[in-house]
């Protein structure tokens, strides 16, 4: 099956001359359709510049991206905003909620932009809200939510339009254990029912024993982690 996104030999850096900070350096790695995949580092090792490239947000100093066999190097700037409307699904750890719009309202906000059909929006807001666990809140504002429902009303968000891939910048980064694991198993059911595929950034070792894929960036480099497996006796 051909991978979802595929990273080739890919080199970014921030400034110029002797500011100049090399944080990618000849990054190449695949992403395999309905794979929940971290990316783990310390600060400033790479893991947001490299999902905002997945992202279609920044364009690689060298090298290349492919995101479903195309190669978005060659996008325009008009394709690349259409992708990302269209196919790709954002989180943030901000949350990037409207704040005077409710729960239903962010939700068909996001549908509205991917240019889904107003018919299937009614069902795709009951569908997703339900799979975050936000009904009784769904009439809210985000001011009324706690951080958690925040974040779910997020992820509800991303995953409503069914994108192909979803893009998580610390998403669990604000919430505590319990709800944490809470989110990650929103990412496998959504990934194990192949409804998306997902990449996301952590600093939770904790998260890594349950995610499929895990990818370590230090020094400009990729090295992937086999997921351990446990077999029963």
Known sequence: MEPIVKVRNVYHSFGKGQQKFEVLKGITLSIEPNSLVALKGRSGSGKTTLLNLMG???????????????????????????LRRTSIGFIFQSFGLIPLMTVEENIEFGLRISEIPSLEWKKRIKDTIELVGLTKRANHLPFQLSGGEQQRCAIARAIAPGPALILADEPTAELDSSMAFQVIEIFQELTRNKQTTI??????????????????????GITYEQKKIFLEK
């Open 56 to 82: 279609a947000l920044d364009e690689p100093e060298s090298g290349e991206i492919h995101f479903a066999g195309k190669l978005l190097n060659d996008f325009s700037k008009k394709e690349k905003e259409k």
């Open 199 to 220: 990449v996301m950034t952590t600093h939770d070792n904790s998260l890594l024993e349950v995610i499929d894929d895990v990818y370590t960036l230090e020094s400009g």
